[in-house]
């Protein structure tokens, strides 16, 4: 079996979705996966050499000629979806969303073979669509040296949080609650992802803090931005996590993949009680708050209390196993190559 997998290089969902799970089963099984990162190229591939064509979202700007050439070929193709393709105004790519992607994405979805996403409140939206679904939760190769690091010994208690600039209004929601938190109890708090020269991160940051970048306490620290390949070597320095999210529309078809980041390192976490970290109310690793600055500062003083990270590692090796999750993707390959 040969497989093709069409992902833009840049991309973090595409490196947890696409790439990472595709590299264990080349490794795993009897079968050859060739990627392509140029999405310029794509229309000049020999497709007839594969077996199936594996693609997340959409088939960049020449997709509808790209279709044509499989349909003609008669080779499966697989639409991986993580995120609902209608993006609110706050969200940066808004405009090119609403321009071209969203659409395209649609379009995407009903034309692929077949189509796998991450979580069952997603596949109920991509149901409207294309009811061939399967249910593939995101998964990490616990095998890699980002989440093999040894954990670091930290004379005070550490917290930690890591994401982007769209996350700014759900930084929002705990901003005050933390602040609080880490001045009463000399403790740290971790923002991961950060770019200094950026204005939104420095938003990102005053949330947090209250205070210009010039005026930073000593308890907030900052871990800069990396790739896909290196960012979960920050969570070997913290003691538990925190991922607030507000409650919308698009916000609830987003994925746990926090939660499971936060197990590869035994870690214990705090999330906002709303979809989809609602799917973990079976997770004695987590810790749900409402959403608001006295619910989060007892969620915090709750969590400096216990020690139940190897809880939340042991809920998300059951049900975020690379290996048995990819045991279900092989047998959906093999049932399109028949």
């Known amino acids: 079996m040969r497989i093709l997998v069409l992902m833009d290089s840049a991309s973090g969902v595409s490196f947890h979705r696409l790439f990472t799970p595709y590299a264990a089963m080349q490794r795993d099984y009897d079968i050859t996966v060739d990627v392509s990162q140029h999405p310029p190229t794509w229309i000049n591939i020999d497709f007839s050499v594969y077996d199936v064509v594996v ?15 499989l349909s003609e070929l008669n080779i499966p193709t697989i639409c991986d979806v993580d995120d609902y393709w209608v993006v609110p105004k ?39 669509i294309n009811t061939n679904i399967t249910i593939l939760p995101n998964a990490l190769d616990l095998t890699q040296n980002q ?9 005070k208690l550490t917290i930690g949080w890591v994401g982007g600039i ?25 923002m991961a992802g950060y770019h200094t020269e950026s204005h939104e991160w420095q938003m990102c940051e005053r949330t947090i803090t209250g205070e210009p970048i010039t005026n930073r306490p000593e308890w907030f620290k900052t871990i800069r ?17 925190i991922a607030p999210l507000q409650e919308t529309n698009f916000n609830q078809y987003k994925s746990e993949l926090k939660i499971v980041e936060a197990a590869a ?9 709303v979809k989809p970290y609602t799917l973990h109310e079976g997770n004695q ?26 809880l939340n590692a042991e ?10 999750i990819n045991n279900t993707r092989y047998e959906l390959l093999k049932q399109l190559c028949k």
Not at 148 to 155: E, G, I, R, V
Not at 315 to 324: G, T
């Open 55 to 69: 693609f997340n979202r959409w088939i960049s700007v020449a997709q509808y000629n790209i279709f044509e050439k």
């Open 285 to 310: 690793g987590v810790i749900f708050s409402e959403n608001n600055e006295q619910s989060w500062y007892d969620s915090l003083c709750r969590m400096a209390q216990l020690n139940i990270g190897e």
């Open 90 to 128: 706050s969200n940066p790519a808004y405009k090119i969303y609403k321009k071209m992607i969203k659409n395209a994405t649609k379009d995407a979805i009903l034309n692929a073979t077949h189509i796998t996403c991450s979580t069952t409140l997603l596949a109920e939206k991509v149901k409207e």
């Open 315 to 324: 809920y998300c090796n059951v049900n975020h196993n690379l290996n048995a």
């Open 147 to 155: 989440w093999t690091l040894p954990k670091a010994k930290n004379d």
């Open 166 to 190: 769209t996350h700014l209004e759900d930084l929002k929601r705990v901003g005050n609650a933390v602040k609080r938190f880490c001045e009463e109890n000399d403790a740290i708090f971790y």
């Open 265 to 273: 390192y035994n870690l214990p976490i705090i999330v906002s009680n």
């Open 225 to 241: 931005g990396t790739t896909p390949t290196d960012y979960g070597s920050s969570y070997s320095l913290f003691d538990f996590c």
